[in-house]
Structures are given as C-alpha cells and as structure tokens.
C-alpha cells in the first residue's frame, strides 16, 4: 500500500441522495420538468449504486417545505418513507433521513426512526433538520423559533428521543406462553421528559431498536456536539474544517464527517459542467467545501480532509453525472486504502462507523441499584 492510499484508510464516505444532486440545474440531466417528483425507481437506483459502489451511508435531505417554490412546484415524498422505502431493498448500506425538530412530534420521530431501524436490521441513522423560519413553523400551526428556542428544542428533542430508544430494555419480550405474557412489563419504562415546549411520558410503541440507539447526525451549526454521535462540518476551506472538528471532538462527538460539494470531470471538464450548470441557475454558497476537478484532485482532498475528520459526506452537483464517476474513479481508491472494512452485509449502521452499541439506561441504572 503507498503512502498516498494508507491517507485514506479509516475515512468513512456517506453520500446525499435528495433529488436530482446539489445544484438547483440538476434536474436537467433527469428527463423531468422542474418541481417534478423523484420516482421511487430512480431512487432505488441511486441507493443501490451507492451501496454497490461501497458508501456506508446515504443521506436524504427534506424540507417542510417543497423544494421548489416555482409554478411547477411539487412536494416530495418525506425523508423517513424514502428511507423505509428502500430499506427492504438494501443490506449493508446505513439510512438516514432528515427530520426536523421543530415541526415533527418528538414521539412520532423517535418512533418513525425506531421502526427504521427495525425494517433495515440495523441500519439508521438521523440527520438532526432544524428548519425553523416562519414558512416552515406555518406548516404546523406554529411560529417562527428565535435561535435560543431552537437550540433549547434541539436539545430537548434529541434527548427525548434517546430516552425512548432505551425505554424498553432489550430483554423486554419474553414470549412467555406459559403465563400468556409477551413482555415484562418491568423492563418497559416511562421516560417523564419535560421539555421547553412539550412532555412526553413514553414508554415508546415499538421495541429498542436494534442498534439500541440510532446514529444521530448533526450538522455543525445546531451545536449539538455532545448530543451527536456524528458532528457534520460544512466549512469552506480545509483549516477551517480542521478547527471546527477539533471543537466538536472536545465536546465529546465521537465521529466528524466533512461536507464536501462535488462537481467531476466526466465527459466535459468539470469547470466547463458548472458554467452550464450554473448558466440555467445560479448555486448560491451554502458554507461548504465545494470541489470542481478531477477525480484524483478530489482525492487529494480526501487525503488532507483525513487528517482531521473521520469520514467526507459528498453532494454531488448531478447524482447521474457524478456517482457514477465517484463509483468508479474514486470510492474503489478508498476501498484499496482499507482492505476488509467495506461494509458488509447484515452489518449495522453502528459497526460500518465503528460505534459501539449503548448500553440501556435503565438496565444500567437497575444493574447499579441492585
């Protein structure tokens, strides 16, 4: 193995498979009009190409709002059903979806996430959304939250949800025929959470998920670091990259994943794709990296990323463009760096990341009582 492929070794690779890809012009590589809904085949493609080309994790960006606010305008189907969607149709791959704290209730979100992980044995994951403006709050009735409520919410419903991953133990159901009992009741808790803005008395409808506690995700502008098993870093620049995971790891994040914005060269140069792209809408800077070049540029920055984070989420501008680039020219790069460690069928989100299952709260608590 050189020197230039052990840089790599250990970078975890997740992708975003909202729509068409990153830039607002994507669409026109897909056959669709503007605003027009993604098909559920199309999507399916896309996963299982990512999963086939070796990423640990695809992401699925949502909004409250339909992201399009033209006249062709159409909503898309929620992040949590895509991702249930293609669970069955999957094996290794882990499966977030965006789900915003302030515009869905937290039972229904811890509860949407658990069944997630139950019908993909293992495989979810939660990107922390924290839309919160006044179009989106009207969507349920409610108004805009200045930042501290929003952190405050943040806070609470990350906790919450938690408390209810762990509020069956996973002993929970005996199947006891004998006594005709189907769980003990006594390995099933209330959480008694008291938010900001809500309570929550819980025990959750299903089961502990089978990860114990899904992999939560979030970006690094909720400052939910010690909340967040992974800190998703959107800089501009690699140093800037490198000082805000530092933060992030002295919170206490276990895992730092940067964003990185893509647009390869394929079967015209990179540069000249973004002029066209850009020629039909302009793509407004979100604060991320954002690479234009080659395949082997880009993978010089994955090298420099590798020193300072433990995995890369790419937004590739077109998904049809550059996947299949990534597929081929990059991601089989990163795999030659780790030999063994590509994810694996039956794997849980958690063991492709490295993470270790959590113990349950509340066994812990009653093993420390008795």
């Known amino acids: 193995m050189t020197d230039r492929e052990t840089g790599l070794a250990g970078l975890h690779l997740a992708l975003e498979v909202d729509g068409d890809g990153a830039h607002p012009a994507a669409w026109r590589h897909s ?30 960006a949502d909004s409250p709002l339909p992201p399009d606010a033209g006249p062709g305008a159409a909503g898309r189907v929620e992040a949590g059903t895509r991702a249930s969607y293609v669970s069955p149709l999957t094996d290794r791959i882990g499966l977030a979806p965006t789900l915003h704290v302030a515009t869905t209730e ?15 044995h293992g495989r979810a994951g939660w990107v922390v959304g924290a839309a919160a403006g006044e179009d989106d709050l009207a969507t349920v009735g409610g108004a805009a939250l200045p930042a501290a409520a929003l ?3 943040t806070a609470d419903v990350i906790d919450t949800a938690r408390s209810l991953w762990d509020s069956w133990e996973d002993d929970a ?32 409808i299903t089961p502990r998920p089978p990860q114990g506690q899904i992999v939560v995700l979030a970006p690094d502008s909720l400052d939910a670091d010690a909340r967040a098993d992974v800190v998703l870093v959107g800089r501009p620049d690699p140093a800037a990259v490198a000082a805000r995971a530092a933060t992030a790891r002295e919170a206490g994040a276990p895992l730092v994943f940067a964003e990185v914005e893509v647009v390869l ?26 690479h234009v070049g080659s395949p082997e540029s880009l993978l010089d920055l994955l090298r420099e990323l590798a020193e300072s984070v433990d995995g890369v989420r790419l ?35 958690r063991e492709t990341l490295g993470l270790p299952r959590p ?12």
């Open 315 to 349: 937004h590739p501008a077109v998904l049809a463009v550059d996947l299949p680039v990534l597929a081929e020219r990059v991601l089989p790069k990163v795999a030659a760096s780790r030999p063994g460690h590509a994810p694996r069928a039956g794997s849980s989100l």
């Open 173 to 204: 159901i005996i199947k006891d025929e004998a006594t005709g009992r189907f769980l003990d009741s006594r390995r099933v808790h209330h959480i008694d959470f008291e938010g900001a803005t809500f309570t929550v008395k819980g025990p959750l």
């Open 31 to 60: 056959g669709r009009p503007p605003g027009a809904v993604l098909a559920p085949g199309a999507l399916r493609d896309v996963v299982a190409a990512a999963e086939d080309a070796g990423f640990g994790l695809v992401t699925f």
């Open 265 to 290: 060269d394929a079967e015209a140069p990179a540069a000249d794709r973004l002029a066209e792209l850009n020629d039909a809408a302009d793509w407004p800077e979100s604060g991320r990296l954002r």
């Open 151 to 153: 952190a405050r919410e």
């Open 359 to 370: 113990a349950n709260r509340f066994a812990a608590a009653a093993a420390t009582n008795a």
């Open 106 to 120: 937290p039972f229904h979100l811890a509860t949407q996430l658990a069944s997630l992980d139950h019908a993909s």
